[in-house]
């Protein structure tokens, strides 16, 4: 059974910044595609950073330069961190894990992934 739990979240004034994390067990992250996802209250969820197989990433364009994603295979763990933070950013975070190596051609394309975590919240105040 594939578990992701995510931690880090919390509230911070603009401009400060949190570090997000994401362990998984019964799934071997540098399998396939990790992703980071986000969604704002009344808004649609959206893909925010992605990587496949510990390599090559994408972003959303607004958090580009502020956002990087990694991962530590060893630890089974991927980590968002955010820097720059602005109340745009406020959301409850996704980690979500793909099945297939398919995930790479679009990484922040949420139908490439099969599991998700709980979410935890990010709160950016002005």
């Known amino acids: 059974q594939v578990q992701l739990v995510e931690s880090g979240g919390g509230s911070v004034q603009a401009g400060g910044s949190l570090r997000l994390s994401c362990v998984a067990s019964?799934?071997?992250?540098?399998?396939?595609?990790m992703g980071w996802f986000r969604q704002a209250p009344g808004k649609q969820r959206e893909g925010v950073a992605g990587i496949y197989k510990g390599g090559s990433t994408d972003y959303i364009t607004s958090v580009k330069g502020r956002f990087t994603i990694s991962q530590d295979n060893a630890k089974n763990t991927v980590y968002l961190q955010m820097d720059g933070l602005k109340p745009e950013d406020t959301a409850t975070y996704y980690c979500?894990?793909?099945?297939?190596?398919?995930?790479?051609?679009?990484?922040?394309?949420?139908?490439?992934?099969?599991?998700w975590g709980q979410g935890t919240q990010v709160t950016v105040s002005s």
């Open positions: 019964g799934y071997t992250i540098s399998s396939a595609c």
């Open positions: 979500a894990a793909a099945r297939f190596d398919s995930c790479s051609w679009s990484l922040l394309n949420q139908a490439n992934y099969r599991y």
